[in-house]
Every structure is written in C-alpha cells, then in structure tokens.
C-alpha cells in the first residue's frame, strides 16, 4: 500500500511570510498532484508534476517534484490570507488510483 | 471548472433508512469515484466506474452500492444507514486512466442520527 506523509499537519502563520509544505513517501509515483480545498468546498487541483526534478510555479506558489518521484513540496512566498485552506497532495501510478495524503491545514492571519 | 454537481449538497436522515447521493458530470469523462472525507482519515474512495455498468471497489466499500447507468451520472446507495456514515462525500472524474487527475464536485455533507 502507498502511503503519502504531509507535514506540517497544521500551520499557521502572519501575512507576508514563507512557508515550505511538504509531501513524503517511500513508494515511486508517475505524478503528483496538490489541491487546495476551502471549508464547505471540494478540492481544487493547484497543479500537476510528472517528471523528477520538475519545479512548476502558480503566481506566488512553488511545486517541486522530488528527483527519485518519491516526494514533493510545496512553497508559498509571501503569504496571504487568501492561502488559507487544507493542502492536500495526491500521488498517481498506484494500483488502487490516486493515493491522498492527509492534508496540511494553513492558517495565514492578516 | 470540471462541470461536477452532487446532490444533495446536505442531507439528514435515521439511521436504517435507504440514502442515495448523485454525481452529474458534463465533461464525458470516462472515470468517476465516490470518496468519503472525516477528520484524521483524509480522502478514502469508496466506490469508482471506469465506463457505463464498469464499477469497482475501493478502500472502504463495505455498506455502500454504486451504479452507472449512463456516462454522465453515477449513484452512491448506502442501503441501510449507520451512523459510522456521517461524513462529506465527494464525486470526482478523471478523463482517461485510473492515475490521471481528478476533479472533484462541491460535495454532499451526510448526517446519520
């Protein structure tokens, strides 16, 4: 069974910091995928990665995907409260379909 | 946005009583899953079709019944409601394969008293 690790569970920090999420395994994946989800809201694909090493970036957001497939992460430059929500990372190339972490819950106080 | 509904978006019921949530889609992917969603636990797939009448199981399967009788809908039936269900369910759809991304709808937030 593939499991994904998220770290930090929850975080919570003032506007206009940084922040490094993170999305771990032991397992190898063909893609990796982060969603945003808001309260009351479905999750909300941010981007997908595919290739080791690939770095792809979203306005103030940055994704990488590890080089061996295995992990990715998920930076955030300056920090706005409108980045507030649960981060979740799923992982692709299981037998059973995408492979979800927990999520990482982000609080940024004005 | 994946054009994704689910309905009902809320709904309360007794325990023992027959439930069936809806997802539409507009997009004619192929795949669709029914996850559940609880504090601790993440996103669990219950359910998933890989085509018309193709269903499979997922994680936690046990006390629900899917169908799909046409691309664009698929039915989540908890036959006989407990209240270990109470929990958001969320549809998605994936365009051709198993792995590819997955878009979700709005969700149906279930309460079994």
């Known amino acids: 069974t593939q499991l994904l690790e998220q770290s930090p569970q929850f975080l919570s920090i003032q506007e206009g910091e940084n922040l490094t999420v993170y999305c771990n395994s032991s397992?190898?994946?063909?893609?990796l995928q982060w969603y945003r989800q808001e309260p009351g809201e479905g999750p909300v694909l941010l981007v997908t990665?595919?290739?080791?090493?690939e770095v792809k970036k979203l306005k103030r957001l940055t994704f990488q995907f590890g080089d061996a497939r295995k992990d990715s992460s998920l930076h955030i430059t300056a920090a706005q409260p409108g980045d507030t929500g649960l981060y979740l990372c799923?992982?692709?190339?299981?037998?059973?379909?995408?492979?979800f972490g927990k999520g990482t819950h982000l609080i940024i106080q004005p | 946005d994946a054009g994704i509904t689910q309905s009902p978006r809320h709904k309360v019921t007794e325990t023992g009583t027959p439930v069936t949530l809806r997802c539409h889609q507009t997009?004619?992917?192929?795949?669709m899953y029914w996850y559940r969603q609880d504090p601790g636990h993440g996103l669990r797939l219950i359910h998933y079709s890989y085509g018309v009448k193709d269903t499979d199981k997922g994680e936690v399967s046990d006390g629900y019944s899917v169908s799909r009788s046409k691309t664009e809908d698929f039915l989540l039936t908890l036959e006989s409601a407990t209240s270990s269900q109470t929990s958001v369910y969320f549809c998605?759809?994936?365009?051709?394969?198993?792995?590819?991304?997955?878009?979700f709808g709005p969700g149906t937030r279930l309460t079994v008293l």
């Open positions: 997009e004619n992917h192929r795949y």
């Open positions: 998605a759809i994936s365009e051709a394969q198993f792995t590819d991304t997955q878009y």
């Open positions: 799923a992982g692709g190339g299981g037998a059973d379909g995408l492979t």
């Open positions: 990665v595919v290739t080791g090493g």
């Open positions: 397992s190898v994946f063909s893609s």
